[in-house]
T-cell receptor, first 112, second 114 residues
Framework: DGGITQSPKYLFRKEGQNVTLSCEQN?????MYWYRQDPGQGLRLIYY???????QKGDIAEGYSVSREKKESFPLTVTSAQKNPTAFYLC???????????FGSGTRLTVV | EDKVVQSPLSLVVHEGDTVTLNCSYE??????LLWYKQEKKAPTFLFML????IEKKSGRLSSILDKKELFSILNITATQTGDSAVYLC??????????????FGKGTKLSVIP
């Protein structure tokens, strides 16, 4: 079955460490997105990519980095520069031929 | 700046009640409004609305869009405990975006108690 897989589901990080969240899709979708979700804040856009080897910053890109070396994969690195990284992270993809997103199941990152 | 405002932010009802969730928006280049249900993790798609005044319906859930007044409502009749979730409203495309980006509201947390 086609879908988006995010891993890991839960991640703990010590302050000062970089961590990478995985997002893989087999839907052949062109655009991929990373959102952060905090209680009461809704979904805020971190980065997005419309094609391979190209990506743009969203509203809250500081302290994060991404890559898009393959169409299927859009990993997100949370760097030590991110001041408050504890949150729920959602990856989504979107086909060029239809509207709306398909979401992954999310990664809950906790800084300890 | 595009804006999507949902109300109420949270709601507690008893099983069997009917609820109405609201979503108002201000966007530069509106094409569609989407509703998602988020129970634990991944939001799941409910409806996409593009035309004003046409109701979309799926079982006990229905939604309608008013493009003149810039809002949408999501109705749930005969609520069940399984309807407990965060309901997200999103509008796209986002101003200045090259792809079809969505702007999300903060969500309405619905709790249905037996």
């Amino acid at each position: 079955d086609g879908g988006i897989t995010q891993s890991p589901k839960y991640l703990f990080r010590k302050e000062g460490q970089n961590v990478t969240l995985s997002c893989e899709q087999n839907l052949n979708h062109d655009a991929m997105y990373w959102y952060r979700q905090d209680p009461g804040q809704g979904l805020r856009l971190i980065y997005y990519s419309q094609i391979v080897n190209d990506f743009q910053k969203g509203d809250i890109a500081e302290g994060y980095s991404v890559s898009r070396e393959k169409k299927e994969s859009f990993p997100l690195t949370v760097t030590s520069a991110q001041k408050n990284p504890t949150a729920f992270y959602l990856c989504a993809s979107e086909s060029a031929s239809q509207y709306g997103y398909t979401f992954g199941s999310g990664t809950r990152l906790t800084v300890v | 700046e595009d804006k999507v405002v949902q109300s109420p932010l949270s709601l507690v009802v008893h099983e069997g009640d009917t609820v109405t969730l609201n979503c108002s928006y201000e966007v530069t280049n509106f094409r569609s409004l989407l509703w998602y249900k988020q129970e634990k993790k991944a939001p799941t798609f409910l409806f996409m609305l593009t035309s004003s005044g046409i109701e979309k319906k799926s079982g006990r859930l229905s939604s309608i869009l008013d493009k003149k007044e810039l809002f949408s409502i999501l109705n749930i009749t005969a609520t069940q405990t399984g309807d407990s979730a965060v309901y997200l409203c999103a509008v796209g495309p986002r101003s200045g975006a090259g792809s079809y980006q969505l702007t999300f509201g903060k969500g309405t947390k619905l709790s249905v108690i037996p």
